[in-house]
């Protein structure tokens, strides 16, 4: 049987799902060229915020007080003195310098390392997300591309050592497909923006007006990437990807964060590039080459080898990558991506079935909102002559 338009059509969008997967694979594997570290650690300051017991994990606790023996600025943000997180920071390390207060900004997360931000007096600051264990030697060469057209540096977090396989998958999230793509656009000269460290110098922070520039769109880490762009500076991701140990995760904690990132990530100019996600994935792909393949007359043996040699190609893609990093990728973590993939369109389903963006306590998405509403207010009420 000849191909019909249907068949082509099919061929055309699985063969454009796997020339995505391969290409991105092949843009991100490879670090870019490395630059000998121009700072030493005395010349950073680490804000390192903290919310609860979970936050201060010893390991974690144990590398910030590395950092600071060996001359780092480590500033631990609480928001109250009782918060859960002291209590285990002060037995491990006593002398901690622990920044407590918080603001009222629709971000939780802001509101906690704003004092820390404003504190921070080395040359260099350091953001970091909680949990994520660095080593003197990998704060310096994470810094390494900060340059007088370089204002700020990401260094994305590898997620290591799962416990369960909820937390597997999450690692399958974390590094088998953010990197990934990040990692493809950042060499292609994209702008890109994601947690683990934001590293910038003071005076480009307090250029971007410090805190300020963390806080002009629901996401911190894509306010400070446009706040920064905007200077008229570069932005790129580092060669150095610190680790963050997952340990056991459920996986109704790993769905919500990932629902959640899915909500926030709609809310930015990039929502486009979300929706589209699903329909390069390997599930869509796949569904059309097999569709392709039946309306050419196919039989269902061919197809299910068709399904099979896709499955194993797409998988054989993301492994390249991973290892091209330095990131683990052996069969537990092949059927983590592939539980990542099938649910690819039944998370962007949950995520546009909502507004709520859950963090910790506080609907992030319900304060970006009533921002975004008062600030419409007061610039009708100063431009009809009724200023607040």
């Known amino acids: 049987m000849e191909p019909g338009i249907l068949a082509w059509l099919g061929f055309g969008w699985w063969s454009l799902g796997s020339a995505i997967q391969w290409t991105s694979a092949a843009l991100g594997r490879s670090p870019r060229q490395n630059l000998a570290a121009s700072h030493s650690p005395r010349e950073f300051s680490i804000v390192a915020p903290m919310a609860g017991a979970d936050d201060a994990a010893a390991d974690y606790v144990q590398a910030l007080r590395r950092l600071a023996e060996a001359g780092a600025e480590v500033l ?5 003195a009782d918060d859960a997180a002291v209590a285990p920071t002060r037995r491990i390390w006593a002398e901690a310098q622990i920044l407590v207060g918080a603001d009222d900004t629709f971000n939780p997360k802001m509101n906690n390392v704003r004092k820390g ?23 310096t060469r994470a810094a390494a591309p900060l340059s007088a057209g370089v204002g700020l540096v990401l260094a994305l977090k590898a997620a290591d050592a799962p416990r369960s396989f909820a937390a597997e998958i999450e690692r ?6 953010q990197a990934k793509f990040l ?6 000269g994209l702008a890109v923006a994601s947690g683990g460290v934001t590293l910038l110098t003071r005076d480009t922070l307090q250029r971007i007006g410090n805190w300020r520039g963390f806080n002009r769109w629901i996401a911190d880490d894509y306010s400070v990437v446009r706040s920064v762009r905007e200077l008229g500076l570069s932005t790129r991701l580092g060669a150095v990807m610190p680790r963050l140990p997952l340990g056991e995760r459920s996986w109704s904690t790993v769905w919500r964060r990932q629902v959640r990132w899915a909500r926030t990530r709609l809310r930015l100019p990039v929502w486009p590039l979300v929706l589209w996600e699903p ?12 569709a392709a393949l039946f309306c050419s007359g196919a039989n269902l043996a061919m197809v299910a080898v068709a399904v099979a040699l896709h499955t194993g190609g797409w998988l054989l893609a993301e492994k390249w990558f991973m290892t ?26 949950s995520a546009l079935s909502g507004r709520a963006i859950h963090w910790r306590g506080t609907d992030l998405g319900g304060q970006w909102r009533d921002r975004q ?10 431009v009809s002559g009724k200023p607040t």
């Open 76 to 80: 631990i943000c609480v928001a109250r």
């Open 117 to 139: 931000l404003e504190a921070a007096s080395r040359n260099v600051v350091a953001l970091c997300d909680a949990g994520i264990q660095l080593s003197p030697e990998e704060l």
């Open 172 to 177: 399958a999230y974390i590094d088998g497909h």
């Open 183 to 188: 990692f493809a656009a950042d060499r292609l």
């Open 279 to 290: 329909a390069i994935g390997w599930a869509a792909t796949g569904a059309a080459g097999a």
């Open 324 to 349: 091209g990093r330095g990131l683990s990728f052996g069969m537990r973590g092949a059927a983590a991506a592939l539980v990542r993939e099938a649910l690819a369109p039944v998370l962007i389903a």
């Open 373 to 382: 509403g008062s600030a419409e207010e007061s610039s009708k009420k100063t």
